[in-house]
DNA sequence: ACCTGAACACCGTTCAAGT
DNA sequence: ACCTGAACACCGTTCAAGT
């Protein structure tokens, strides 16, 4: 009796699911808003109600991802005991989502020609300022740029491991290893010392 | 008379040109073998004499692409005075080469779930070597684990610059001076000092 | 060996029409 | 407000046929 007249007003989120599987089988060039229709049961032309286009679509998904990589570093923060296992944790659930989730991350970072996905910018934003508090509280004594610059060289070393094992340049082990040479030369770098917590980063017995 | 009968033979290497073109104006996306055989001027079942696949064209792309990118980074190297300098202008020279064709460093780096693309990788190991003989001589006090992460960190390091860059994440300017944090970084780092030349990184008067 | 042109299945997008 | 279904232009891919 229930054979669902029409969907039941979630559609929205059916397709935005679908696309995550999707996505992880076969990468961004397997999606396709007809496919994801049909995987849902409605008609080809049902998704533009939600979707004005594909890339709406795309930008959606890359929101979405933004959002579940902020609350893996969130929650990889929590677990770490002292300020360099917090880092390293981060590091680590930064790569491992990249790999996994390599096409979602893909769709993240696109170069989006288009003025257009300015919600895409926002999700990025708030997962760098979530970064920026897995920093401590801001030192009197720190140059805001170098903060800055520390901050961004962070994700930026995470995403190009990730990039490197994504795209199977080197095998994820050895990824994993990479992770902590660059943790243990970022903090024990000067500008760690400079702009990171209340000189707490050299964790050993004061 | 010169009404070009067929095509001159070079059908291959002008699809790639014009590939080029297309992929620095209109991104992955808007790559159409179609597309490409209208602009070359044949018919659009001709490609396909050089190239099976859409995948195949793209995988012969990111070849060219890798093997452009190694010259430049030769070129780079060749152009500095010391050791830090030289690395320097090869960091520059690969985050420009990334942020300026970034739609190519795209396909140079993307997932290839299939097995296929040996060509591909063959490349990109082309290019790594070329940067582990900036690294100069391999010194027999050095681990070879060691050499290999500062490399692959080097690489990493100066991908996720780019890919913060080309996402629009940050301005270029300030990829720029990230480039300078992270040599500074890197070449002052314990590792580089066990593994780079013969104890020539710290450039001062010795 | 290289290219043409028809054919097939699949897309994204638009839009009048239904409920 | 949300969904259907026909329509249009565009693709990638295949393949017999031409030169």
Redesign the interface.
Known sequence: MTERPFHHGNLRAALLDEAVTVLRS??VDGLSLRDLARRVGVSHGAPRSHFVDRQALLDALAVQGFDRLRQRAREAFAAGRDLPDRFHRVAQAYVDFAIDD??LM?LM?????DGGGEAV?EA?VAL?TELDQAMGPRRADTDDGDRD?FK??F???????A??V?????PRP?GD??ID??M???L????AARTIGEGEVGAGSS
Not at 166 to 170: E, N
């Open positions: 076969s990468g390599a096409a893909e970072f696109q170069a989006k020609a910018q990025a760098f610059a961004l060289l994700a930026a070393t995470m995403q190009g491991i990039a490197l994504a795209s199977h340049r080197i050895e290893r990479l040479v660059a243990t030369m970022m024990g770098s000067e500008l």
